[in-house]
């Protein structure tokens, strides 16, 4: 791999760069981490079932076990306070206090989540609740999944229910995490769960998505809830591999399937004109009244930024070519790509207050004397806190960063293979160890 974007002597970044009411956190996703597959009433989700098939994850791994967070809860909970981090950004396992997605609750499974919130605030720490984030139970996609309009409204008993029990604990509450990813990678080219591959299944999914997300901010609110509500997307700037016209055509449409497609029916209430056309019969059925459902108002948008993408008509083009090194996922490193995305957004709409909700990146993190000495992940946070200081001083308002993640987890399809964490988890011990680069986001906290 390339030399890391920055030397040690260039940590110039500051906590006092920022205000001092700006949000610092990590961030995890219930599947990932909290393992307990099959325990104290949890129902399958459809990650369950996807890992059933070996093929689908690179390991041949599940999250039956993952970090078994669920059973080292206040092991972990001391773990996140020892960084120093104001808020904890984590999400709620549907199957765990639904297993049916539809009916009776398991309250072991609200148990749990209860405890989670009560120990957070214990120790001073933010909930940043998350209500989806992929671990559909099984038994609504028998039923169809978020193809089946009627999810709308599971959803939003399901929402409504966590909200009335967490709800006085929780900082914000966010309805769906990365609804592109939910709907493209899991409708379209199926490499995530359910492995479907339809467009016009997949777009019809995100319909639902951003329906359900609409439908649960509305009633939420008829609830009384006073805390923020919003949204996590995944975004990257895009950018023709060329001048030629059709790679800046493909990178218009691609910015519309990735960023627009989802900012636009969010804030300004309409599907981008040119994806529908380029649908054509696979664009979805959206019913009188839907968008208006959509576009309810917005407390904070999240993004998740890992990167930034190239467009090429001819499918030719090479991520080596941008000569900046890549992370463990091959994906770029390209800090300054944060700045021009939150700017463009800046520019484009009329935002809410923005959270960097995830940012981070898979390294190979050898262990050495029992320690990781993982200095490419400390330059990537470094430089990627920089950019996000660089957008908010052109305007943007942006109140806090995720580090994604808080330790390494089950990253999907390639299964335990990828790190993204800042603390090292032993899969065989479950032992956490804190990585160099938790220890420098820790003194950059107590800066
Ligand atoms: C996502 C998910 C995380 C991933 C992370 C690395 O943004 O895709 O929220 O669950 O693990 O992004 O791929």
Known sequence: ??????????????????????????????????????????????????????????????????????????????????????????????????????????????????????????RGIEAFLTLYHWDLPQALQDQGGWNNRDICQHFCNYACEVVRRLGDRVATVCTHNEPWVVSILGHETGI?????????????????????????????????????????????????????????????????????????????????????????????????????????????????????????????????????????MGWEIYAPGLTELLTRLHADYTLPAVYITENGGAFKDPMVNGQVDDQDRLAYLHDHIQATHTAMAQGVDVRGYFVWSLMDNFEWASGYEKRFGIVHVDYASLRRTLKQSALWYQSLLKG
């Open 192 to 328: 995530f769960a359910p492995g479907l591959k339809d467009r016009k299944i997949a777009y019809q999914v995100g319909h639902h998505l951003l329906l359900s997300h609409g439908m649960a901010l509305q009633a939420i609110r008829a609830m009384s809830f006073q805390k923020p509500l919003g949204i996590v997307l995944n975004q990257s700037p895009i950018y023709p591999a060329s001048q030629a016209p059709e790679d800046v055509a493909k990178a218009r449409l691609d910015d519309g399937i990735v960023v627009r497609w989802y900012m636009d029916p969010l804030l300004k209430g309409a599907y981008p004109a040119d994806v529908i056309e380029w649908l054509g019969d696979d664009a979805p059925e959206v019913h009188a009244g839907d968008m208006a459902q959509i576009a309810q108002p917005l407390d904070f948008i999240g993004v998740n930024y890992y990167t930034r993408n190239f467009s090429c008509a001819s499918q030719t083009w090479d991520v080596a070519s941008t000569g900046n090194p890549l992370t463990e």
């Open 1 to 122: 791999m390339g030399k890391v974007s920055s030397d040690i002597q260039s940590l110039v970044i500051k906590k006092s760069d920022f205000p001092a009411s700006f949000t610092w956190g990590v961030a995890t996703s219930s599947f990932q981490i909290e393992g307990a597959g099959q325990q104290d009433g949890r129902g399958p989700s459809i990650w369950d079932t996807f890992c059933e098939t070996p093929a689908h994850i690179a390991d041949q791994s599940n999250g039956l076990v993952a970090c078994d967070h669920y059973n080292r809860l206040d092991e972990d909970l001391d773990l996140i306070a020892s960084l120093g981090v104001k808020a904890y950004r984590f999400s709620i396992s549907w199957p765990r206090v639904q297993p049916l997605g539809q009916g009776a609750w398991n309250e072991a499974g609200f148990d749990f989540y209860e405890r989670l919130v009560d120990g957070l605030r214990q």
